[in-house]
């Protein structure tokens, strides 16, 4: 990405990831009971399994964010998201405990970014699958991801209720 922000643009994208949460929920409230569990396709995930993902992917944007912003030399670790979510067995896991984390993680990381002050933002590290990384990538990257999930349990919902 390599996109330097204005203090305007970050507030705003601080903004959107705090209302993240709202959104997942709102989306969820869409999806009667008995299509939690319902895959669109082979490989896809179901709505259980797409809140479950964000619960882990939380805790791990929370951990690269500080690691980011606070080791000398930071090197953010990418994941392979689909063998997590089989390894972890996703539709084992309460969806509601996961959404709870991904509610909890959120508060908590907002908090910290509304008070960085302006350099931390021009802390530089290095992802494993994307080389330069900086606080403004991360930034970037998670004000839309859960977005994005939203609209992915949304389209679930309403190919479900068109299968039949």
Do not use: F
Not at 50 to 68: G, P
Not at 136 to 161: F, K, P, S, T
């Amino acid at each position: 990405m390599a996109n330097v922000l204005t203090a305007q643009e970050r507030a705003a994208l601080i903004d959107r990831y705090a209302r993240g949460p709202q959104r997942l929920k709102e989306a969820l409230a869409r999806v009667p009971t008995e299509a939690m569990r319902w895959r669109p396709k082979d490989g896809e995930w179901s709505a259980h399994e797409i809140v479950v993902h964000c619960a882990d992917s939380e805790t791990q944007s929370a951990s690269r964010i500080r690691r980011l912003l606070c080791d000398p030399d930071p090197v953010i670790q990418g994941y392979d998201q689909d063998a997590w979510a089989r390894a972890l067995d996703y539709h084992a896991h309460p969806w509601q405990l996961a959404l709870d984390v991904v509610t909890a993680v959120r508060a908590d990381t907002a908090a910290l970014l509304r008070r960085l002050p302006p350099g931390a933002w021009e802390k530089v590290g290095r992802h494993t699958e994307s080389d330069r990384y900086t606080a403004d990538d991360w930034l970037q990257i998670y004000a839309e991801h859960l977005d994005g999930h939203a609209e992915q349990i949304l389209a679930n919902a309403r190919a479900w209720r068109a299968r039949a």
